[in-house]
T-cell receptor, first 114, second 116 residues
């Protein structure tokens, strides 16, 4: 069966510090991968998605970047964090096929920028 | 573009009450529709889905029917439990609003609290 991991689970960082959040998927090949941010415990904002190694699409211009160095690894980064980067970051995967792409989410990383 | 509108909430119910959370959508084409649930401090879990008109998705006593004529996908449960307290998200994918590669368009979420 497929599983998705995110780490760290929680993170407290000062303003201006760098960020690296990691997401890995097991049990599937060539997944589509997604990063979302959830602010104030409610709506989800799609930040990036990737359909293959090295292929990243950005949905919202911002202080963050994403990379996909391996098929099942997706990394969210920042060179200098802002207060507004605080939130709950969710990674998700899906596999194109059978007409329906269903997304499955990881446990999330709660980031607090002070 | 595609959009999803759901009941703002919060919704507060007593245990064993009937639950309805309304969800309507705007999309061209033939989207797939989803309900996700988020328990406190956790990621989202797929609750149910429907891929074509008149399909009924169901899971854990929850159900929702894909109504193309009313562009709706309302979530229902006949008897809620305290353990159902969570945030519920309606979402769609596969409409014509650039939702390729399975990208989801989410509603804002509805907080459900069930009291004993």
């Amino acid at each position: 069966s497929q599983t998705i991991h995110q780490w760290p689970a929680t993170l407290v960082q000062p303003v201006g510090s760098p960020l690296s959040l990691e997401c890995t998927v097991e049990g599937t090949s060539n997944p589509n991968l997604y990063w979302y941010r959830q602010a104030a415990g409610r709506g989800l904002q799609l930040l990036f998605y990737s359909v293959g190694i090295g292929q990243i699409s950005s949905e919202v211009p911002q202080n963050l970047s994403a990379s996909r160095p391996q098929d099942r690894q997706f990394i969210l980064s920042s060179k200098k964090l802002l207060l507004s980067d605080s939130g709950f970051y969710l990674c998700a995967w899906s596999v194109t096929g059978q007409g329906v792409d269903t997304q499955y989410f990881g446990p999330g990383t709660r980031l607090t920028v002070l | 573009g595609d959009s999803v509108t759901q009941m703002e909430g919060p919704v507060t119910l007593s245990e064993e009450a009937f639950l309805t959370i309304n969800c309507t959508y705007t999309a061209t084409g033939y989207p797939s529709l989803f309900w996700y649930v988020q328990y406190p401090g956790e990621g989202l879990q797929l609750l149910l889905k429907a891929t074509k008109a008149d399909d009924k998705g169901s899971n854990k006593g929850f159900e929702a029917t894909y109504r193309k004529e009313t562009t709706s996908f309302h979530l229902e449960k006949g008897s809620v439990q305290v353990s159902d307290s969570a945030v519920y998200f309606c979402a769609l994918s596969g409409g014509a609003g650039g939702t390729s590669y399975g990208k989801l368009t989410f509603g804002q979420g509805t907080i459900l609290t069930v009291h004993p």
